[in-house]
């Protein structure tokens, strides 16, 4: 069951994980911060651990800490973020990074609909337009008024 609310919201929240993933993925957001859905379901498989006659649990933030540190093969998976980061570090944030926010929020919007875990004070979205965002407009011939 969903935080305030029923499993009939199950289809928001794919939707809603599908959104994230598709934000992540889309060649229309540049090539920053840019993971393909295999490689999203790759790391997922990699922040796995066992902890019960074949049940999983994710891995805690230490133990994700230690391997980017000290594991080559699991923090290869992420060397294309990590550039993003340091770009972004930089204060060159892509585009990417606001859509890939806003879809966040739209997953949170949908799994703790009354506030409950995520205040909505913490839910504002990152305006494109402060990103280092190409104009969507500057593709399109201009027109002069007539």
């Known amino acids: 069951m969903l935080v305030g609310g029923t499993t009939?919201?199950?289809?928001?929240?794919?939707?809603?994980?599908?959104?994230?993933?598709?934000?992540?993925?889309?060649?229309?957001?540049?090539?920053?911060f840019q993971v393909f859905p295999g490689e999203q379901r790759a790391i997922g498989e990699l922040c796995l651990t066992s902890i019960d006659a074949g049940a999983n649990a994710t891995i805690g933030y230490a133990e994700f800490c230690h391997r980017i540190?000290?594991?080559?093969?699991?923090?290869r998976w992420f060397d294309t973020i990590a550039l993003a980061t340091e770009s972004a570090l930089r204060g060159e944030i892509p585009a990417r990074a606001a859509v890939i926010q806003n879809a966040l929020i739209d997953?949170?919007?949908?799994?703790?609909?009354?506030?409950?875990?995520?205040?909505?004070?913490?839910?504002?979205?990152?305006?494109?337009e402060l990103?280092?965002?190409?104009?969507?407009?500057s593709d399109r011939p201009s027109v002069a008024p007539s």
């Open 131 to 137: 990103t280092n965002a190409p104009d969507p407009q």
């Open 8 to 32: 009939s919201a199950y289809p928001d929240l794919m939707q809603g994980i599908n959104a994230v993933m598709d934000s992540f993925s889309d060649p229309a957001n540049g090539t920053e």
């Open 107 to 128: 997953l949170i919007e949908i799994i703790d609909r009354d506030g409950k875990y995520t205040p909505f004070g913490s839910r504002e979205r990152v305006r494109p």
């Open 69 to 75: 540190e000290t594991d080559p093969e699991f923090s």
